[in-house]
């Protein structure tokens, strides 16, 4: 049963930091590109970064260029996104998600409130 459990989200002030976690199981995790995707109060899904399998390649929304880091532990089976200097319009529910080919999973997500 494949799953996706994303972690470490919470409310935080603007300036703040927070590290999200998403923990794989049910397949083969070192051969899955890995993504973090976000949900605003009223907007579509987005892509935020991107790891490929290895974690030698990555790739981010302009939007959080030099903010976020994303990050993967093919050992343990889980990937990260580091989130550095939070603003309010970073507010939105954060997906996980694993792509192989035709496969896609998500995560059911993780709440993230910038505020002060």
């Known amino acids: 049963q494949v799953q996706l459990v994303e972690s470490g989200g919470g409310l935080v002030q603007p300036g703040g930091s927070l590290r999200l976690s998403c923990a794989a199981s049910?397949?083969?995790?070192?051969?899955?590109?890995m993504s973090w995707h976000r949900q605003g109060p009223g907007k579509e899904r987005e892509l935020v970064a991107a790891?490929?399998?290895?974690?030698?390649?990555?790739n981010y929304a302009d939007s959080v260029k030099g903010r976020f880091t994303i990050s993967r532990d093919n050992a343990k089976n889980m990937v990260y996104l580091q989130m550095n200097s939070l603003k309010p319009e970073d507010t939105a529910v954060y997906y996980c998600?694993?792509?192989?080919?035709?496969?896609?999973?998500w995560g059911q997500g993780t709440q993230v409130t910038v505020s002060s």
């Open positions: 049910g397949f083969t995790f070192s051969t899955y590109g």
């Open positions: 998600k694993a792509w192989f080919r035709r496969d896609v999973y």
């Open positions: 790891v490929s399998s290895t974690g030698g390649m990555t």
